[in-house]
Each structure stands twice: as structure tokens, then as C-alpha cells.
């Protein structure tokens, strides 16, 4: 521990994606580094006579290059494609098919959600593009396996001759993820934890359906966007259920406000 923040503070600057990071960096050179002289004001660390700032870079999307992949036939194809998975309401997730994206979480909030609102049934969907990931370690395809499981233990519950709950894309597919982000009404990031997390930002920025983006706390995107967005804790499955509810039922005005005010927030940036 010790010989890695010597070694990152012998840099001039150090870069991190939020001001959470800063601070937890700033504290861990204080307790693990003899003679640091720590700033929190100035965010700076002092080791042997050598000064590192510490500053806040987040990553953040190309909007405009965004913007032009939506007019291509390409994606407009795929838009016409998924809008018939589409319910009266739509939940979309696109994620790396990782543990800790929480994937399977999600899925169970899914699934109180449909027990506990039977008004529900028939009428949302969730539609998933999950991407294949470190395929070949056993963890992470029998993580994939568990999801699927619980997708078709979902769909088995509450299927009918005209609907079932969820539709997943398991392919490495952006130009199909980002037709999918088109088209929700509820855009689910419940990520255990992530630096960023893009799909945050590219959601809101593709979406023209006054769509509630559902935000895990503990990923870096909620540090710019966690005021327009529903927060959850990514372990609060209750939490999470009510907050997919809430987003569902809000009501058109707000769920305006708050998609402008993400658009907005990310252009800015």
C-alpha cells in the first residue's frame, strides 16, 4: 500500500473521476504515508518536500458523436426492431455481464415488483443488452448462467399468451444498445460499484421519452447526476423495487424536469 501511493505521488497531478475519490485518496496518503503533509482545501499531498495535486477529471461522452450515430440507418433499423419488445412502459439495462454491475439484482427487484404491483402485468417490460465479458473465467460465465436462469424462472412466473416480462441481448452490439436507450421509459444503472459508469450519461443524452434513470449511489455518475435521478443502494432490493415503481407512476411534468436536467448536466460537461 504504501509503495503505491509513493509511487502515484511522485506525479505532478494526480486525475480521479470524482470528488469522493479525491477526498478518499487525500485521507489514505494521510494514514499510510509517515510525514505526509495532507491539504484538504487545496487538495494537495506533500511528500519529501514534493507537492501532488490531486484534481477531479471525470470521464465523460462524446454527445455530439453520439448524436450522429442516431441518424444512421443502421440504428434507426434497430430502433424499429426493439420498439415491438417495447410495453406501455419499458425498462431498459445495458451492461457488461459482470458481477458487479448487479445484474441479478435488478432482476429480483423486477420480480417483487411484478408480485407486488399485479397492475403491472401485461403492461411493462424489461428489455436487457448485457455484453459478454472475460468469458473465459468460470466466475463470470456462471454468473451469466445464474442471470439467464432468473430470466426464465421470471418469464415462466408471469408470461402470458400475449406477454412475457423480459427480453435480454446477450452480443457486443453498441450501435443495438444505444437504439435500446432510445426507447425506455426507466433506464436501470444499479452497478455495485463503477468509477463512472457511461451508460448514465449516454442513456439520458440518446433518450427523447422524458426517461427516469434509476442510479446506483455508489457509481461515479451519481456524484454529477444523482440530483435528477432516483438514488438506490445497489444491495437494497426493496430500495430498488420502489424506486422502479416510482419511476413508472411519475408523472409526465417531472419526469420532463428531470430528463432535461440530465441532458443538460451532460452537455455541459
Known sequence: RQAIFRGLCAADIVGLQTAR??????????????GAEVDYTRHTVKTEGHLTQVKVYPISIDT?????????????????ELSSLCGERTIIRVDRAEPSKNIIRGFKAFDILLERYP?????VKFVAFLVPTRTHLRLYRRYMEEATQLIEAINSKYATREWYPIDFFYENNYIQALAGMRLYDVLLVNAVIDGMNLVAKEGPTVNDRDGVLVLSETVGACEQLGAYALKIAPADLEGTTEALYQALMMPL?????????????????
Do not use: M, W
Open 119 to 123: 397492475q403491472l402485468r401485461g403492461r
Open 253 to 269: 411534468e417531472e419526469r420532463k424536469r428531470r430528463a432535461g436536467a440530465l441532458k443538460e448536466s451532460i452537455e455541459k460537461e
Open 64 to 80: 455530439a458523436g453520439i448524436r450522429k450515430l442516431l441518424a444512421t440507418p443502421r440504428l434507426q433499423e434497430y430502433e424499429r
Open 21 to 34: 475519490d479525491v477526498h478518499n485518496f487525500l485521507h489514505c496518503c494521510e494514514s499510510s504515508l509517515d
